[in-house]
């Protein structure tokens, strides 16, 4: 790599007249002023207003500035991807070209990359982070798309974000093959990566030009996660087949709870002749009981010398979050049966699937959040 930069500062633009310039001039200032060596490689996708006469300009002036320009398979993620390959530095960052990611937060990004982190990605949710100025419509899309992300990586506030740095390594050999705009989720898909920071931002919207975001851009979306599924499947390894094996497991957990509660409850009644409210009673604890260990030593595999007390807590919450899934389940079942008028055992099994999503979600999160 060269020994002549320390940053690559990769801006993907498409019908960027009004910002390119201005852009470059920030990002050259804020790398200089932090003694930051940035090459800057602006890759653009033939655009057809003046952005690329603009940018051949600074490149003449400015050697530190590059434009690649694109003549085929048009697309954002991919103008990344040839951007992470044309880079010249082991320290990757991508950032918009119309301040809707401030440039002042690029020495930040470095350092933290500097610092170990394999990645580094600004955040719009979480504590600090925001968007401004987003009409009700991109915020609904938003949520639902950093949702479904953070269902593939639940450690993440924002998945979907288009301002991150990155280290060359992780990057370098993944088949990397993404489409619309979520480059970032194909990165922390298929990259090899350990270690992330996040870093809240405010998400300003363009103050020129207009979102390039369509219909298309969405699908798109759908098929790059079943694609990042497909390969975690495939290749068993990295975080989203770390999480689907959870996920796998504490199913497998849940199935074996209900064996242990019918089995339970048909001792207890026909052979210790218990009453069955009380034998249910007893099997349900059981239950719990059989699956927390379960999901402690093997789900989650918090095994171990840890402290009793810790377990002790563990257990006091799965025992609680469990005790709201059983209400989840009733609550859809009488809704399905007395308002919708299912028949019980096709809205029981709603019910299940409401319930083990909660289970797993709030335990994922509380119970077991390291
Ligand atoms: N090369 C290239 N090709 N660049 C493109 C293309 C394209 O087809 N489409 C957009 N860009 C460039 C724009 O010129 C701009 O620099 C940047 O990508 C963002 O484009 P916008 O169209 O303004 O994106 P956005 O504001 O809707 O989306 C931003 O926020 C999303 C999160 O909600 C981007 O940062 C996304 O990456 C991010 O996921």
């Keep these: 790599m060269s020994e002549r930069y320390n940053l690559s500062v990769i801006i993907p633009t498409f019908n960027e007249e009004e910002?390119?310039?201005?852009?470059?001039?920030?990002?050259?200032?804020?790398?200089?002023?932090?003694?930051?060596?940035?090459?800057?490689?602006?890759?653009?996708?033939n655009s057809n207003d003046r952005t690329i006469p603009i940018v051949q300009d600074i490149v003449r002036r400015c050697e530190n500035v590059r434009l690649i320009v694109r003549m085929n398979d048009h697309g954002l993620s991919q103008s990344v991807v040839d951007g992470f390959r044309a880079a010249r530095s082991d320290i990757l960052l991508v950032i918009d070209a119309d301040f809707s990611h401030p440039p002042e937060l690029i020495p930040r990004f470095y350092e933290?990359?500097?610092?170990?982190a394999d990645i580094a990605i600004g955040s719009r949710y979480m504590k600090g982070g925001d968007i401004e100025e987003w009409p009700i419509k991109r915020r609904i899309i938003s949520l639902g798309a950093t949702a479904f992300g953070r269902v593939l990586f639940p450690e993440i506030t924002d998945?979907?974000?288009?301002?991150?740095?990155?280290?060359?390594?992780?990057?370098?050999?993944?088949?990397?093959?993404?489409?619309?705009?979520?480059?970032?989720?194909?990165?922390?898909?298929k990259g090899r990566w350990r270690s992330f920071v996040e870093i809240p931002f405010v998400f300003r919207d363009r103050a020129e030009g207009e979102s390039k975001l369509r219909l298309e851009t969405m699908l798109d979306y759908l098929r790059q996660c079943c694609g990042i599924i497909w390969f975690s499947v495939t290749h068993r390894t990295g975080p989203v087949w770390t999480e689907w094996t959870k996920i796998l497991r504490f199913g497998v957990v849940g199935l074996s709870g209900i064996f242990v509660n019918m089995g339970l409850l048909y001792v207890l009644t026909e052979v210790a002749g218990l009453y069955y409210l009380v034998s249910a009673a007893f099997a349900i604890e059981t239950s719990i009981v059989n699956n927390f260990i379960w999901n402690d030593l093997w789900t989650f595999n918090s095994g171990g010398r840890l402290r009793f007390t810790r377990r002790l807590h563990r257990f006091v919450s799965f025992q609680v979050v469990s005790m709201g899934g059983l209400a989840i389940n009733m609550l859809i079942l009488y809704l399905?049966?007395?308002?919708?008028?299912?028949?019980?055992?096709?809205?029981?099994?709603?019910?299940?699937?409401?319930?083990?999503?909660?289970?797993?979600?709030?335990?994922?999160?509380?119970?077991?959040?390291?």
Excluded at 19 to 45: F, H, M, P, R, T
Excluded at 112 to 116: F, M, N, S, T, V
Excluded at 353 to 370: E, G, L, S, Y
Aim: net charge positive; proline share 3%; with cysteine.
């Design 19 to 45: 910002n390119i310039a201005a852009i470059i001039g920030a990002v050259n200032d804020v790398c200089s002023k932090n003694g930051i060596q940035a090459e800057i490689l602006v890759v653009d996708d």
């Design 112 to 116: 933290a990359i500097r610092g170990g």
């Design 159 to 189: 998945p979907v974000s288009g301002f991150f740095a990155v280290r060359r390594e992780v990057v370098d050999r993944a088949p990397l093959a993404p489409r619309g705009y979520k480059i970032l989720m194909e990165v922390l898909g």
């Design 336 to 370: 399905l049966v007395e308002v919708g008028g299912i028949y019980y055992l096709i809205a029981n099994l709603a019910g299940i699937f409401a319930a083990f999503a909660w289970n797993f979600m709030v335990n994922r999160h509380f119970t077991w959040k390291n």
